[in-house]
């Protein structure tokens, strides 16, 4: 699922829950969909620039080779 879907469906569903909530005359949530909407963006900021960091990721030349090497002997050794 995209980030963007998933994005309108949580606001969707909290839109539709303060609005049944509003309807049962029950009280309505304490935040707006534009403080859902930052919630949830720092939410994916912060697990993508985990990820991010726990990932090993290359740009050098070097580095792209020496991955390719390790690699290799990765397969060597399993294979």
Same mark, same amino acid.
Request: aromatic residues 10%; proline residues 1%; glycine residues 2%.
């Given at each position: 699922? $995209? $980030?963007?879907? !998933?994005?309108?469906?949580? &606001?969707?569903?909290? /839109?539709?829950?303060?609005?049944?909530?509003? *309807?049962? =005359?029950?009280?309505?949530?304490?935040?707006?969909?534009?403080?859902?909407?930052?919630?949830? /963006? %720092?939410? !994916?900021?912060? *697990?993508? /620039?985990? *990820?991010? +960091? +726990?990932? @090993? @990721?290359?740009?050098?030349? @070097? %580095?792209? &080779? %020496?991955?390719?090497?390790? $690699?290799?002997? $990765?397969?060597?050794?399993? =294979?």
């Amino acid at each position: 699922m $995209k $980030k963007d879907t !998933l994005l309108r469906t949580i &606001l969707l569903l909290v /839109s539709l829950s303060n609005q049944l909530l509003a *309807i049962f =005359g029950k009280e309505t949530l304490p935040f707006t969909e534009a403080e859902v909407y930052q919630a949830f /963006s %720092a939410c !994916l900021t912060v *697990i993508s /620039s985990l *990820i991010a +960091w +726990w990932k @090993n @990721n290359s740009f050098t030349e @070097n %580095a792209i &080779l %020496a991955d390719d090497y390790l $690699k290799a002997l $990765k397969e060597r050794r399993h =294979g």
